[in-house]
C-alpha cells in the first residue's frame, strides 16, 4: 500500500467529522480576593461533545494564611449535561482539614445525592430533573431561574433578585451574591463570617 503523504494526510484528517475532532472548549478564569487580596484563582470551562452532550468543569484553588486564619481548599467540579439534563456531578476536594468528595448521579428516574464536605452531610433522593447547576452561573445570567443546584452541597440554592442582574443564593445560613453585566458575570460575593471572598474575572 503506498505511502500518504504529509499533505494527504493533513487534508484527510481535516475532513474528519467534529465529532472525531477536538471539540472546543470555552473557558473563564477568576481571581478569588479576600481583604482586597489575592488569594486564589478559578478556572471554569465547558465543552461540547457528540450526543448532544456538555461537560462543565470548575476548578478553585484557594490558600490564605493570616495569622490564626488558615485556610487551604482545592477541588474540582465535573458534571455531565445530555440533552439539557444534568446525568451526573463529581465534586472531589482537597482541603487543610481533610479530603472530602460530593457525588450526584442520574438513575433513570431520579438521582442519588451524596455529599460529604467539611461540616456538612446529605444524602438524599431527587426525582426532578436537575437543568441548572452553580457551575452554569459563571457562563449565562440565570434569567427566570427561581434555584439552581448546588454540585458541592447537593441540594438547591434559592434564588431571589431584587435589583435587575443582581441575584442572591441561599441555602440555609449560606448565601452568596452573583452580578452581571449584560448577561456576562462580573463578580459573586460569597459571604463569610470573617470576611467574604469576591470572585471576579480575569478575561
Known amino acids: 500500500m503506498p505511502q500518504l503523504s504529509v499533505l494527504t494526510l493533513f487534508w484527510l484528517l481535516g475532513q474528519q467529522p467534529l465529532s472525531a475532532q477536538q471539540r472546543p472548549i470555552e473557558t473563564r478564569r477568576f481571581a478569588i480576593d479576600i481583604a482586597g487580596a489575592r488569594i486564589g484563582s478559578m478556572t471554569v470551562t465547558r465543552q461540547l461533545m457528540p450526543g448532544n452532550e456538555v ?55 431520579h438521582y442519588d445525592i451524596e455529599a460529604n464536605q467539611y461540616k456538612y452531610t446529605r444524602k438524599s433522593t431527587e426525582p426532578r430533573k436537575i437543568d441548572y447547576t452553580v457551575t452554569m452561573l459563571y457562563f449565562s445570567e440565570p434569567t427566570g431561574k427561581q434555584r439552581v443546584y448546588a454540585e458541592y452541597f447537593g441540594d438547591y440554592f434559592n434564588l431571589t433578585s431584587a435589583l ?39 478575561d
Open 55 to 109: 461537560i462543565y468543569t470548575q476548578i478553585s484553588d484557594v490558600r490564605v494564611n493570616f495569622l490564626i486564619y488558615k485556610v487551604k481548599v482545592y477541588y474540582k467540579v465535573v458534571s455531565l449535561f445530555r440533552q439539557g439534563q444534568m446525568i451526573n456531578a463529581t465534586v472531589d476536594a482537597q482541603t487543610n482539614k481533610g479530603n472530602y468528595a460530593s457525588r450526584t448521579v442520574w438513575k433513570g428516574d
Open 164 to 202: 435587575r442582574s443582581d441575584y442572591k443564593a441561599r441555602l440555609d445560613d449560606r448565601e452568596d451574591e452573583y452580578i452581571y453585566e449584560k448577561g456576562r458575570l462580573v463578580k459573586v460575593i460569597k459571604k463569610n463570617a470573617l470576611k467574604n471572598f469576591v470572585i471576579r474575572p480575569l
